[in-house]
């Protein structure tokens, strides 16, 4: 079977930099996707990891280790708009999705 | 693209009541999935087609889930004799497997579907 873990909430001030960490167990792994979702909308995709490795779009960047079953999104220069839950979802040997529960990031000023 | 659809953006039902939902997949996609998701929770894979094939289905899914997708376009979601743990947002979501915009990884999702059972 497949579990993701991550943190169920975290906060930061405006301008701040945040890491959202994500640990999976998987029987077959083909990549660590990320999807940002905004109360009451639907999850919309960030960024893909197949490979080791940081991978940069904008402010937000995403990072894979296989070895040892963890990633991570990187948010920079944070905005109020970032306040959402941010999904980790892992991609089996099927081209399912498995979502983790979602960690809710909450922007101050 | 206009996104994916889905229809009806509420539903609420009583206990018992047959249920359906549509799903307009982004025209190109040939992938179409239906998750469902409750408050706080990240999306529950529930099943998957690849154009008009049906591929994978949850092994939690009930039996009064059934979903079909004519002609490999719109899907539909029915629950059967529903039951006030169905209440949740079901999710419908679609891909490309061919590499538009860098990745064939990147899921559509819907808006979803809101059922409430009383």
């Known amino acids: 079977g497949q579990s993701l873990e991550q943190p169920s909430e975290v906060t930061a001030v405006e301008g701040a930099i945040v890491q959202i960490n994500c640990t999976y167990q998987t029987s077959g792994f083909y990549g660590l996707s990320w999807y940002q979702q905004h109360d009451g909308g639907a999850p919309t995709f960030l960024s893909y990891?197949?490979?080791?490795g940081l991978e940069e779009t904008g402010r937000f960047s995403s990072f894979l280790s296989r070895s040892d079953s963890y990633g991570y999104l990187l948010l920079q220069e944070l905005q109020m708009k970032d306040s959402a839950s941010y999904f980790c979802a892992v991609r089996d040997s099927s081209y399912k999705l498995i979502f983790g529960s979602g960690t809710r990031l909450l922007v101050r000023p | 693209d206009t996104g994916v659809s889905q229809d009806p953006r509420h539903k609420i039902t009583k206990r018992g009541q047959n249920v359906t939902f549509r799903c307009d997949p982004i025209?190109?996609?040939?992938?179409l999935y239906w998750y469902r998701q409750t408050l706080g929770q990240g999306p529950e894979f529930l099943t998957y087609?690849?154009?008009?094939?049906?591929?994978?289905k949850s092994r939690l899914l009930s039996d009064r889930f059934s979903a079909e997708r004519p002609k490999g376009s719109f899907s539909t979601l029915e629950i059967q004799r529903t039951e006030q743990g169905d209440s949740a947002m079901y999710l419908c979501?679609?891909?490309?497997?061919?590499?538009?915009?860098?990745?064939?990884?990147?899921?559509?999702f819907g808006s979803g579907t809101q059922l409430s059972v009383l």
């Open positions: 087609f690849q154009n008009e094939a049906q591929l994978e």
């Open positions: 025209s190109e996609h040939n992938r």
């Open positions: 990891n197949a490979l080791d």
């Open positions: 979501a679609s891909s490309s497997d061919q590499r538009v915009g860098g990745t064939t990884e990147k899921l559509f």
